[in-house]
């Protein structure tokens, strides 16, 4: 059975899991491509583009970069130019 809940004036569908499963895919799928935009944009340093992200420390943000697209930002950096 599909229950419907009403939120922010939508019907959203949920069923067990489902919607949150999608919503946490849509969250990690857009960080990610503000991650490769902002990476891209070589006008900004590397703190920069953590701070923009929200990182409070480059270290996490590093590990981020890694754990998301198998490279250390700077070497990402490196393989786009």
């Known amino acids: 059975m599909v229950k419907r809940t009403l939120y922010d004036g ?6 067990t899991g489902s919607c ?4 946490s895919q849509w969250i ?3 960080a990610a491509f503000e991650l490769v ?3 891209n944009d070589t006008s900004k340093t590397l703190t920069e583009v953590s701070d923009l992200m929200n990182f ?3 270290s996490h ?3 981020y970069v890694k754990k998301t697209l198998g490279k250390t930002p700077s070497a990402y950096r490196q393989k786009q130019s």
């Open 20 to 23: 949150a499963d999608r919503a």
């Open 37 to 39: 935009s902002l990476l």
């Open 56 to 58: 409070e420390n480059i």
């Open 61 to 63: 943000f590093s590990r």
């Open 28 to 30: 990690q799928y857009y």
């Open 10 to 15: 939508r019907s959203i569908r949920m069923s």
